[in-house]
């Protein structure tokens, strides 16, 4: 009995190690990679791979397969990794990537989909990923951003979105990037109309709050062709005032947040935002002449320009008031000149069939006495 049960116990040793031993080689380093089981490390880059690799360790926190071929990404296409905190996949072929393709990724903080050929992104995406602090999107054929993943992104400090196809970006989703540190827009197809006023506005109170921006240069319309939208001053955008209320809004917005950000550094003479009003120009001059130390010192340049900006702007809305009153005013005297035209055709019309009136019983009138005239001498020729 005690020998049964003696075998009984090395057989369950047996089979314990068998199932250890194939839950170490199910979770595995893939052969195309290199792991560091320290570090969580893994590292597929430049192998030729078409295809996420299987059986990843579910520990990995960093997984690195840029310079491959993948071309697309299926659904929880990283399930396998939930902890997964980097996720390089830059310079690859994707063209698609499943809106649920991220799904489970909780903890991912850096993601960069940089050297592709994406051409739109699934408002889905990031869903419910709440702690992502970088995302590289640049280098792509992005002709859009879903304003909708500004919920996904309130962690985010740096956005990467550089060398796409954009010509315009919401900005209700750069609002909702409160802590965003870094943003990277040259290299797109900007339309610089009235509807990228608002991401002028947006620039303006973003460096002002020391944010880094690199550049917006314009491409169309064919007048602000290889303009800097953030040097590009108000007066051209004059037309807007007349073409859309929501020009007039948005310098109200802005001239709001401004005087708020005014009030909050008053005061402060020492601290550095106490000058970030004069950052725009700066910073647009430090990009083009390689670094924030340029930037730096032409702040005293920029200095009365900065101060003029919102004198400008005041003068915009006053006259948008003025032509205001002065249309309504216009409308009231054509209204009155309507109703006293119509009072004047009436009272016209009555004073003629008065005048008629009186012509015919004038008449009738007459016809009597020529009347009475012929019979009196016929009487008397009688008498």
Same mark, same amino acid.
């Given at each position: 009995m005690q020998a049964a049960q003696g075998r009984l116990?090395?057989?369950? &040793?047996?089979?314990?190690?068998?199932? @250890?031993?194939? @839950?170490? @080689?199910? =979770?595995?380093?893939?052969?195309?990679?290199?792991?560091?089981?320290? #570090?969580k490390v893994v590292d597929c880059r430049g192998r030729g791979l078409y295809d996420i690799p299987r059986r990843l360790h579910p520990d990995t926190q960093e997984l690195y397969l840029q310079d491959n071929r993948i071309r697309g990404l299926g659904s929880m296409a990283f399930r396998e990794i939930p902890l997964v905190r980097i996720l390089d996949l830059s310079n690859n072929s994707i063209t698609s990537v499943s809106p649920t393709a991220l799904l489970g990724l909780r903890t991912l903080q850096r993601l960069s989909l940089a050297y592709n050929s994406l051409r739109e992104l699934d408002k889905r995406l990031l869903g419910p990923i709440r702690s992502l602090s970088h995302l590289d999107l640049s280098h792509n054929s992005l002709w859009g951003f879903p304003g909708a993943m500004g919920d996904s992104l309130r962690n985010l400090s740096h956005l990467g979105l550089a060398h796409n196809r954009l010509t315009r970006l919401d900005r209700s989703l750069l609002e909702a990037l409160t802590r965003l540190d870094s943003l990277t827009l040259r290299g797109n197809p900007w339309r610089c109309d009235c509807q990228l006023i608002g991401l002028k506005l947006w620039l303006e109170t973003y460096l002002f709050k020391g944010g880094v921006v690199d550049e917006v240069i314009c491409s169309q319309p064919e007048e602000m062709r290889d303009r800097d939208l953030q040097k590009v001053p108000y007066q051209l955008f004059h037309t807007c005032m007349t073409t859309s209320y929501h020009y007039l809004f948005a310098n109200i917005h802005h001239l709001e947040s401004e005087r708020l950000l005014r009030g909050h550094t008053h005061g402060n003479h020492a601290h550095p935002s106490s000058h970030a009003l004069h950052v725009p120009m700066a910073m647009g001059e430090g990009f083009g002449g390689g670094g924030g130390g340029g930037g730096g010192g032409s702040m005293p340049e920029c200095e009365p320009k900065q101060r003029h900006r919102p004198v400008n702007l005041r =003068?915009?809305?006053? #006259? !948008?008031? +003025?032509?205001? !009153? &002065?249309?309504? +005013? !216009?409308?009231? %005297? %054509?209204?009155?000149?309507a109703v006293y035209g119509c009072a004047y055709a009436a009272i016209m019309a009555k004073y003629q069939r008065e005048l008629k009136k009186n012509e015919e019983l004038a008449a009738a009138q007459g016809a009597d006495h020529a009347t009475a005239d012929e019979k009196e001498p016929l009487e008397n020729a009688i008498a």
């Open positions: 116990a090395e057989m369950r &040793v047996v089979l314990a190690c068998a199932l @250890l031993s194939l @839950l170490s @080689l199910s =979770h595995a380093c893939p052969k195309e990679c290199s792991c560091n089981s320290n #570090t =003068h915009a809305i006053a #006259t !948008v008031i +003025i032509t205001g !009153v &002065v249309c309504g +005013i !216009v409308c009231l %005297m %054509m209204l009155a000149a």
